[in-house]
């Protein structure tokens, strides 16, 4: 199993859905049973919870102090709420980025720049809709399985491809994820992974200062409404007008036409900005 | 690559690279050292050198070389645990000719006076490539159980090293050997499919003409 097309022919063949496809291609791959894999995808979603948790304390900083205590801006009632969904989903991406960003335990999802995005959205899901642990594992697998097809198409590294590998990458998990918890079928979570790589196409890795903080935290914001807005497109039964192994091959060329300076190396982007390279930028972790 | 490195590993932030990805560099230095590391001299380069501090990568080489792995929360203060447990550590500028952006090189000195020196690079996710150990090429990820056996360069070595491996029933996933002159030390790198016991450890170590035996654990753990 190699590609998006792979993973959709082995659930489609089956009558299964991604996340029941990609949990026997696991267990058939590592030699072990379902049980084992299951058990530590659990695991892997006690781990987001809880990062999710520590990442809402207002008094995280990180090492440069750059960045942190801003999810706890974000999830007052009053700023969460008025968007609903998306808006928990946004507050949980930052708030996981975060405490990613101050040394804290997170789980790479793909990538450990990129993990808010996947949980935030499948942990907002949940607080919305009431969906019990195990359906989030389940999407948990389907976006592990696009995220290797993914990785294998393309890149899921920014110095090699951007940001459209990282948050890129993790925005059509997630959106691939939704599509499955919501109900959607197979070749709609394929769609919506489509429609995710293709809004995120071109994204550049520029961390401020070479960390991984400024624009990384916001990035996981803006990824996980990317996710949300496609999982919305592919659910209502908008076909992504190419097939999703395409786009990811175009990802690829995107990444390999991408200057050093805009893969990672802080020299580029947002890291070029005056203000970021004299340390004058606007403070919001005093 | 299975989903587990897609989703996963379960680290301390902020960088798959540059922190769990130096901490795994740290913990497999430590297990070629095979014992208590008492002082390390890293030398960094490329993005390492430039960001580490941001990153928490000086912090996750000391805790790998303490033992730590990429999902312990003391990795935020392995600085000063290193301190309280004699551990001397300096890091500096590396020069290196078109080496990979996250390349660092240790030289570690365990407890036991055995000195040696690794070169290693963080190559994206918390993927690492063991490049060489005592400027042997090595080129091995870590990904499976692996025995690095450094041995006399005499005909026969090989032949003994894996009958021992095939007298504890464990598969043979993949084996690479290197040397730096013919009769001169060598080293063979073998990845397994079953883990290795004490047992047969003490055997291969036992044997004649083995410089050093050390044993990377991995399978099993989120490493």
């Given amino acids: 199993m190699r590609t998006v097309l792979d993973l959709l022919d082995a659930a489609t063949k089956n009558n299964q859905t991604l996340g029941q496809a990609s949990l026997a291609w696991q267990a058939k791959h590592d030699g072990q049973t379902e049980e084992h894999a299951w058990n530590t995808m659990h695991k892997m979603l006690a781990v987001m919870r809880e990062s999710a948790q520590a990442g809402l304390s207002p008094d995280l900083r990180s090492v440069s102090g750059m960045v942190g205590g801003q999810a706890a801006k974000m999830i007052q009632p009053t700023h969460a709420s008025r968007f609903g969904m998306l808006g928990k989903a946004c507050a949980y991406a930052l708030s996981i980025a975060e405490s990613n960003a101050c040394m804290g335990k997170i789980v790479a999802a793909p990538t450990a720049g990129s993990c808010g995005i996947l949980p935030g959205a499948l942990l907002a899901a949940q607080e919305d809709a009431g969906y019990t642990d195990d359906e989030l594992v389940w999407g948990l697998f389907t976006g592990a399985a696009i995220g290797r097809a993914i990785a294998i198409g393309a890149t899921i590294s920014g110095a090699e491809g951007g940001c459209q590998a990282e948050c890129g990458a993790a925005a059509g998990m997630a959106a691939a994820a939704l599509v499955e918890l919501y109900g959607g079928t197979p070749q709609q979570a394929c769609d919506a992974c489509g429609f995710a790589l293709m809004n995120m196409m071109g994204l550049v890795c520029d961390p401020v200062h070479g960390l991984v903080e400024i624009p990384c935290v916001y990035r996981n914001v803006g990824g996980v409404s990317q996710a949300l807005s496609a999982a919305q497109m592919a659910l209502c039964g908008i076909r992504c007008p190419l097939p999703c192994d395409e786009i990811i091959l175009a990802m690829k060329d995107v990444g390999d036409a991408m200057p050093p300076s805009l893969r990672e190396t802080g020299d580029g982007g947002c890291a070029a900005c005056h203000s970021a390279r004299k340390h004058r930028m606007i403070q919001n972790s005093d | ?223």
């Avoid at chain 2, 464990?170 to 290197?178: L, Y």
């Fill in chain 2, 1 to 223: 690559m299975d989903l587990f490195d897609i989703i996963g590993p379960v680290m301390i932030g902020p960088s798959s690279s540059h922190t769990a990805g130096a901490a795994r560099i740290g913990k497999f230095t430590r297990m070629l050292l095979g014992s208590e590391p008492i002082t390390a001299r890293i030398g960094l380069f490329g993005s390492f050198q430039k960001t580490y501090l941001g990153h928490g990568t000086d912090k996750a080489l000391i805790g790998g070389l303490m033992g730590m792995d990429v999902d312990d929360i003391r990795l935020r203060e392995s600085l000063e645990l290193a301190d309280s447990r004699g551990l001397t550590y300096e890091f500096y500028d590396a020069e290196m000719r078109g080496a990979h952006p996250n390349t660092v090189i240790l030289d570690v000195k365990g407890e036991d006076g055995r000195k040696i020196q690794v070169r290693a690079a963080s190559v994206g996710g918390s993927e690492i490539i063991i490049q060489s150990i005592d400027g042997l090429e090595a080129g091995f990820s870590g990904h499976e159980n692996t025995l690095v056996i450094t041995h006399h360069d005499t005909p026969g070595m090989i032949a003994s090293i894996s009958g021992e491996v095939a007298a504890s029933q464990i598969n043979i996933a993949t084996m690479r050997v290197f040397r730096q002159s013919v009769g001169g030390e060598a080293m063979v790198a073998l990845e397994l499919d079953g883990d290795a016991d004490d047992a047969l450890l003490q055997r291969l170590s036992s044997l004649r003409g083995i410089f050093h035996v050390a044993y990377l654990a991995v399978k099993g753990k989120e490493v």
